[in-house]
């Protein structure tokens, strides 16, 4: 079974083929990717209209190249992938359109796929992992903890109740003048910086449930950069250190807190494993391995290409989606919301973004 996969609902425009393997695998026969986050890093964040211009400009090159790359013709296709959401609404609309298009003259089946159920089924491709497992995905636009017990059953034990990981350290960096997009310029700030200079807040830290909550710490962080300001090279540091120490503490107590709820309620995980464009940071990374390892469970993080969005992710849901026959028809609208879940019943309630997203 082989997947032509789009992706095109945020600022990466991607193409990817993959392969099902008899032994159950995924192979990635090629993963094309643009970023436009040149395009943006003047605005200091994604510019919806400039991105979705950029995927109609970069779309129909990138699928010719992936499938060029991956050395087969349309023919040989079983099925065409799109992410359908959630996302931007003309991004999704370039990709969804080119995807039904594809499908329609090549006659293959159409697979809409869930952008959230794409991360959370990407630690299978890259790592063969069984159902069930609980998914920390933390990138720049969601964050939950989510439950992955099979293919469309999905429950989210928690979310962000306001920014998402990523976006609280891309609006710390944008505060504190450095360069979009923030995890990054963040990390690399903090390495040299004194963590334990300013007392930040841990918000939520031990609540019930398992959601947490980002903004009060963004604030605290503007707070002390106001307080002391101008700001040295050594006070962005510290101030870097301790937001991504605070973060990281409050990460780490959710997700302990939601494998708590995960074997309560649904049993025991054969993995943890963290997705999404944050999963790049060490920090967080050390914390959940020693988090993962003092719970019996293997931390799984996909290479960092494939926490990121990416073409390769979309091909393999479809993959996933196809082998069991859930295939969509061509009027399947786009979604720039579309939760993948409801939330665990009996769980305290919270109205987040993420359920809209
Ligand atoms: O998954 P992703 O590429 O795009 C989506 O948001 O869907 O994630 C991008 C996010 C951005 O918010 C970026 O600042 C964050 O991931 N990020 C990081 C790091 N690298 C990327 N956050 C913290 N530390 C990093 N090293
Ligand atoms: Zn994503």
Redesign the pocket.
């Known amino acids: 079974m082989i997947v032509l996969g789009i992706e095109t609902t945020?600022d990466?425009t991607a193409a990817s083929v993959v392969a099902l393997q008899r032994d159950g695998r995924g192979h990635i026969l090629s993963n094309e990717i643009l970023s436009q986050i040149e395009e943006h890093a003047p605005y200091g964040g994604v510019v919806p209209e400039i991105a979705a211009r950029a995927h109609v400009t970069a779309l129909d090159g990138l699928i010719s190249r992936a499938m060029a790359r991956a050395q087969v013709s349309f023919k040989d296709l079983d099925g065409i992938a799109a992410a359908a959401g959630p996302g931007l609404v003309g991004g999704v609309i370039v990709g969804l359109t080119t995807g039904k298009t594809l499908s329609l003259v090549t006659d293959k089946p159409f697979l809409a796929v869930n952008h959230l159920e794409a991360h959370a089924l990407s630690p299978r491709l890259t790592d063969g992992v069984d159902f069930p497992y609980l998914l920390l995905l933390a990138?720049?636009?969601?964050s939950q903890l989510l439950a992955v017990r099979g293919v469309d059953d999905y429950v989210r034990l928690g979310t962000t109740i306001d920014d998402a990981i990523?976006?609280a350290?891309?609006k710390t960096a944008k505060m504190l003048g450095l360069p979009y997009?923030?995890?990054?310029s963040?990390?690399r700030e903090a390495e040299r910086g004194n963590p334990e200079r300013f007392a930040l807040p841990r918000p939520m830290l031990g609540r019930a449930g398992a959601d947490f909550s980002l903004s009060g710490l963004k604030t605290a962080v503007r707070i002390e950069a106001e307080r002391i300001a101008p700001l040295t090279n050594t006070d962005i540091a510290d101030l870097c250190a301790g937001f991504q120490a605070a973060v990281t503490d409050v990460v780490v107590d959710r997700t302990r807190a939601a494998l708590r709820l995960f074997r309560t309620s649904i049993g025991t995980p054969n993995a943890l494993v963290v997705a999404?464009?944050?999963a790049?940071?060490m920090t967080l990374r050390r914390a959940l391995h020693r988090l993962a390892s003092e719970s019996g469970l293997t931390l799984v993080a996909p290479p960092l290409a494939l926490?990121?969005?990416n073409g390769a992710m979309i091909a393999w849901a479809g993959i996933e989606r196809l082998r069991l026959g859930l295939v969509d028809p061509l009027d399947t609208p786009p979604k720039p919301r579309w939760p993948l879940t409801a939330k665990l019943s009996g769980m305290p309630d919270s109205i987040t973004p993420e359920d809209a997203a």
Request: proline residues 8%; charged residues 20%; negative net charge.
């Open positions: 945020c990466e990138s720049g636009g969601h990523g976006e350290f891309d997009p923030g995890g990054p963040v990390e999404g464009g944050v790049a940071n926490c990121t969005d």
